[in-house]
């Protein structure tokens, strides 16, 4: 089993930053992937981000490329995600998600662990 934890949602201005972490623990050898997702209410979960945990190769939604960076530190079991130039269309529960598998990094099924979700809210 692997726990994930997550942090560094909040209410910011548009324009603002923001830097979510998910810190991982228990069986972390077994991770090949971390992703990103958020979602919003009435909506499926959307893929943001995913990086190949020991690797480091990203790879992105085409609309967040450039404002959105994923990065992991496997010394501390911790994946990032810095959202720059947040806009309200951004106002989400982004969720981290962990998978034993390379394949499918974008979709919700490929991953066999999920953190609770952290809220961002960006205001106009």
């Known amino acids: 089993q692997v726990q994930l934890i997550e942090s560094g949602g909040g209410l910011v201005q548009a324009g603002g930053s923001l830097r979510l972490s998910c810190a991982a623990s228990g069986r972390t050898f077994s991770i090949s992937t971390m992703g990103w997702f958020r979602q919003t209410p009435g909506k499926e979960r959307e893929f943001v981000a995913a990086?190949?945990?020991?690797?480091?190769?990203?790879y992105y939604a085409d609309f967040v490329k450039g404002r959105f960076t994923t990065t992991s530190d496997t010394d501390k079991n911790t994946t990032y995600l810095q959202i720059n130039s947040l806009r309200p269309e951004d106002t989400a529960v982004y969720y981290c998600?962990?998978?034993?598998?390379?394949?499918?990094?974008?979709?919700?099924?490929?991953?066999?662990?999920w953190g609770q979700g952290t809220q961002v809210t960006v205001s106009s």
């Open positions: 990086i190949k945990w020991r690797s480091g190769s990203t």
């Open positions: 998600a962990a998978g034993r598998s390379y394949a499918g990094y974008s979709l919700p099924g490929s991953y066999d662990y």
